[in-house]
């Protein structure tokens, strides 16, 4: 089946595009560290501009096979395969799935990352190595610092003798100037599996080896912001994130955006942007991929009174507008979220949404 034959139309507008969560404690019984917050519908309809047949496609009821119905998986683009990968999420820890433009397909490897509960990892696409990194997350330790590589032959743990400390709802990119990934923050310390201590620590990883840099200015300490490279500013953009946690509960939202360029940070926040928000997800759409918002795009989240957010914007190097599709996925948190230069679309998957269901649809933003 191909793409065009996948494509049917939505017939609810709502909007949508991001990755990350704040995850709720005793979730489904199930016992994960990280701030909790109780979830609500969004209201209002914002400010915003439109781009002429703007409009996320939902490809669930024409796929063949699907994922389940899960929460918190990570996705990025494998170039090596030229397919998406996505692994983990509760409740399918452990398993890896690809997405191509027949739909998806279930992989199985005899090693895989030890059991990830939620999307709390962080996951990036090494350019360089042609290899996906998977660092920390929630999981059979809580806040694990273990450290994996993914080609399309399957996972292999990093063997560095310095890693980051363990920590859970991370923020990773990759940056191709420098050829290295980039870490920022996260939830730990993995000592204390039910007490989140905001992180604010700035990595590197290249050569299989992490560098902590020792920079004077950086955001401040968060979790669950969102974080992609921005081809037109050369450098990792920033978004968001709870900044403040008191009883594992989050207390303030960001709404600032940062640039990491040549090792160092930048603040680039301006008074026109989205709300302040937390597992929020966000991917790059190139200028030559055709029709779409070419730039950062971002979707959905939480505000800190736990009201779920589904408006979509876009940053173009300096400045952020909103978007409103036409359809669009609900709002939600916790979803996965990746760009496929091959397909020229922003793949969006699953995700926490009103009432605490879990997805397992696929929406696609060309």
Known sequence: MTRSELKVAMDRPVLCLAVMMLLLPGLMGASLAGPSISVRPSTGPGAGVLLKNLTWTNLTSNLSLSPPHTIGPQMVYDAQTGSIVMFGGYPLPGSTWWFTSHGWNQTAFGTSPRVR???????????????????????????????????????????????????????????????????????????????????????????????????????????????????????????????????NVCQRMS???????????????????????????MAEQPRSSGTGPYGLVLFGGTSVNGTLLGDTWVFHGTSWARLHPTHSPTPRIDFAMAYDPLLSEIVVFSGLRHGQTFGDDTWVLP
């Open 255 to 281: 709404d600032e955006t940062w640039e990491f360029r040549s090792g160092a940070w930048t603040n680039l926040s301006s008074p026109v942007s989205p709300s302040p928000r937390g597992s929020c997800g």
């Open 117 to 247: 509960s939620s999307n709390l990892a962080g996951f990036a696409y090494d350019g360089r190595s042609r290899t996906a990194v998977l660092f920390g997350g929630n999981g059979a330790l809580a806040n694990s610092g273990a450290s994996y590589n993914y080609t399309g032959a399957g996972w292999n743990v990093t063997n560095t003798t310095t890693v980051p400390p363990g920590r859970s709802s991370t923020m990773m990119a990759y940056d191709p100037v420098s050829g290295s990934i980039v870490l920022f923050g996260g939830c730990g310390p993995p000592s204390r599996p039910n007490t989140c201590l905001l992180y604010g620590d700035t990595w590197t990883y290249s050569n299989d080896t992490w560098t902590q840099l020792h920079l004077n200015r950086t955001p401040s300490p968060r979790m669950g912001g969102a974080m992609a490279y921005d081809a037109g500013l050369h450098a990792v953009v920033l978004f968001g994130g709870c900044t403040k946690v008191r009883s």
